[in-house]
């Protein structure tokens, strides 16, 4: 079946520290990938999308990812965290063939807590 | 552009009555779609609507639970009668489809629901 896996339902870090947040998803086939974020009481907002061409893909508020194939990953990364990065991160897939329509497929989620 | 509109906010109800939950989506936009966040079960897709058709309800939890699109600019989720088992945050979100298909979606606020 058709899935994603956030290995890490809460990753605490400090301040001004890199961080990785992990993504992989279950299939080979053509895929289109995506990161939202969703801080306290809001809705979900893109980060970042992968959809063709350059495996490294940057986002907004210094975020960035890197499509890898071969090990069907989509890791989030971002060289340096602040307070206000603290939110809950989901890693989201469309499986699609050849243009047709497909679900957009959320992983768990992964809360990033920056501490001080 | 104003993004997804959602209303009510937040909506407290007793059990066994009549909830609409309301989404207006970014004009122009061509799905529609409504997810349901719960700790539980993360978010789950519920329905999805391609042009005002419902292409997709496999997601909708049970007959209590019934969505419309009478027009390009407004969709309602019901649920009657409602449960304290239906309390989690709905969101509603829309894209616009391309000729390789769908890409990011565009999530609205949320409606927070509890059901007493």
């Known amino acids: 079946a058709q899935s994603v896996t956030q290995l890490d339902s809460q990753v605490p870090v400090f301040e001004e520290a890199p961080v990785e947040l992990r993504c992989n998803y279950s299939?080979?086939?053509?895929?289109?990938l995506f990161w939202y974020v969703q801080y306290p009481n809001q809705g979900l907002q893109l980060l970042l999308k992968?959809?063709?061409?350059?495996?490294l893909v940057k986002g907004i508020n210094g975020f960035e990812a890197e499509f890898n194939k071969s090990q069907t990953s989509f890791h989030l990364r971002k060289p340096s965290v602040h307070i206000s990065d603290t939110a809950e991160y989901f890693c989201a897939v469309i499986y699609h063939y050849g243009g047709a329509t497909n679900k957009l497929i959320f992983g768990t989620g992964t809360l990033l807590a920056v501490q001080p | 552009d104003a993004g997804v509109i959602q209303s009510p906010r937040h909506e407290v109800t007793e059990m066994g009555q009549e909830v609409t939950l309301r989404c207006k989506p970014i004009?122009?936009?061509?799905?529609l779609f409504w997810y349901r966040q719960t700790m539980m079960r993360g978010l789950e897709l519920l329905i999805y609507?391609?042009?005002?058709?419902?292409?997709?309800d496999s997601g909708m939890p049970e007959d209590r639970f019934s969505a419309k699109m009478p027009n390009a600019s407004f969709s309602t989720l019901k649920i009657q009668p409602s449960e304290p088992r239906d309390s989690a945050v709905y969101f509603c979100a829309s894209t616009l489809s391309s000729v390789t298909g769908l890409h990011e979606q565009y999530f609205g606020p949320g409606t927070r629901l509890t059901v007493t």
């Open positions: 992968y959809l063709s061409g350059s495996t």
């Open positions: 299939s080979s086939v053509s895929v289109y």
């Open positions: 004009s122009g936009h061509d799905y």
């Open positions: 609507f391609n042009n005002n058709v419902p292409i997709d």
